[in-house]
Structures are given as structure tokens and as C-alpha cells.
């Protein structure tokens, strides 16, 4: 089989292909995978680099200090 990510040749058992598993040849190359597909999917949403608008707001408002209004 060939890793759906970096496209290099690896051995998948049975049981795993059966499941739906073993599309990966590492842990690495799945998780790298599902980080691009999150990201999309926030982009999508129209999300981007932020949680919510809030969070996106206070970014603007403050850049890159790590003062948060109302907290401790």
C-alpha cells in the first residue's frame, strides 16, 4: 500500500485494512493529514487562525500582548 500523505510504500495488516485503518505508514504522516483537514475545515467555517470572534477581536484590539479584559 501506499501513505496517503507521503505516498511511501508500507505493509498494512489485514485486520487494519478491513477496519478502514492502515491508509498511514506512521502516526506522524496521520496526524500531519488530520491537521490539514481541521484547518480546512476552519477555514470553511470561516474561522481561520481563531476560535471565535471574540478571540479574533481581541488579537486585533490588543496584538501580541497577553492582556485578556476581565481576567486575573
Same mark, same amino acid.
Given at each position: 500500500?501506499?501513505?496517503?500523505? %507521503?505516498? $511511501?510504500?508500507? +505493509?498494512?495488516?489485514?485486520?487494519?485494512? =478491513?477496519?478502514? @485503518?492502515?491508509?498511514?505508514?506512521? =502516526? *506522524? %504522516?496521520?496526524?500531519?493529514? $488530520?491537521?490539514? *483537514?481541521?484547518?480546512?475545515?476552519?477555514?470553511? +467555517?470561516? @474561522?481561520?487562525?481563531?476560535? &471565535?470572534?471574540? %478571540?479574533?477581536?481581541? =488579537? $486585533?484590539?490588543?496584538?501580541? *500582548? &497577553?492582556?485578556?479584559?476581565?481576567?486575573?
Amino acid at each position: 500500500m501506499k501513505c496517503e500523505r %507521503c505516498k $511511501q510504500e508500507f +505493509r498494512a495488516r489485514v485486520a487494519d485494512r =478491513k477496519r478502514g @485503518w492502515g491508509r498511514f505508514c506512521s =502516526k *506522524r %504522516c496521520k496526524a500531519i493529514k $488530520q491537521e490539514f *483537514r481541521a484547518r480546512v475545515a476552519d477555514r470553511k +467555517r470561516g @474561522w481561520g487562525r481563531f476560535c &471565535s470572534k471574540r %478571540c479574533k477581536a481581541i =488579537k $486585533q484590539t490588543y496584538g501580541r *500582548r &497577553s492582556f485578556i479584559p476581565g481576567g486575573g
